[in-house]
């Protein structure tokens, strides 16, 4: 019998098995799950990883680091960069993919990104605007990329929800898997 600490141990949303083969939630931990959303955001553009060059531009153990790991376990060539790499313009243009959660507003700008890259905004910051007014806006400049790039997530709304559906899903499995309850993998 595990105990209450095992069970959140393996259900924290940093838990990714790497490398090679990713385990699932049926197998003992639930997936990170706002990499998994993101990656399934990547995966709904109908972005073939294989070779793909991709930069997850964020080092973070909440995102970055599991974003990098699903990514690798989908054969993709994953590079991982953050706010102080050096060319990191540079290394924004070589991605074909680029996955940003570095948490500074509209950091990447339209010109720092490969005409027909895909574009996972992860970052979601609130500016504000004067007189007590704010907005949303993520860490990629939206209006500059968009003539740029194949596809771009916005903020709000792009990863949030795919996000939700994973913890959802994570929700789902962990309730069973508590219950003792055997969950077929094609229910997910």
Same mark, same amino acid.
């Given at each position: 019998? $595990? ?8 259900? /924290? ?7 090679? /083969?990713? =385990? %699932?939630?049926?197998?003992?931990? *639930?997936?990170?799950?706002?990499? /998994? ?6 995966? %709904?553009? $109908?972005?073939?990883? $294989? ?26 060539? !994953? ?7 050096? +060319?990191? !313009? /540079?290394? *924004? =243009?070589?991605?074909?993919?680029? #996955?940003?959660? @570095? ?15 895909? !574009?996972? +905004?992860?970052? #979601? %910051? =609130? ?12 860490? !990629? ?10 596809? #771009? ?5 792009? @990863? ?9 899903? %994570? ?12 969950? +077929?993998?094609?229910?997910?």
């Amino acid at each position: 019998m $595990r105990s209450v600490s095992e069970k959140r141990r393996k259900m /924290e949303p940093s838990t990714v098995e790497m490398p090679g /083969e990713r =385990r %699932n939630a049926l197998r003992g931990y *639930c997936s990170a799950g706002l990499a /998994e959303g993101a990656k399934a955001a990547v995966l %709904n553009q $109908r972005a073939a990883l $294989r070779g793909k060059r991709v930069l997850v531009l964020g080092r973070s153990t909440i995102v970055g680091r599991p974003m990098a790991a699903l990514l690798l376990a989908h054969d993709g060539t !994953v590079t991982i960069a953050h706010s102080r790499t050096r +060319d990191l !313009v /540079e290394e *924004c =243009r070589r991605a074909e993919i680029l #996955i940003v959660a @570095v948490g500074r507003p509209e950091l990447v700008r339209g010109d720092w990104l490969a005409p027909g890259a895909v !574009v996972i +905004d992860v970052g #979601i %910051n =609130r500016v504000g605007l004067g007189e007590g007014r704010s907005r949303l806006v993520g860490d !990629v400049a939206f209006a500059e990329a968009l003539g740029r790039v194949a596809a #771009i997530t916005p903020v709000p709304g792009g @990863v949030g929800p795919m996000t939700i559906a994973v913890l959802l899903r %994570n929700t789902v499995v962990a309730a069973h898997r508590n219950a003792g309850l055997v969950l +077929d993998e094609s229910a997910l």
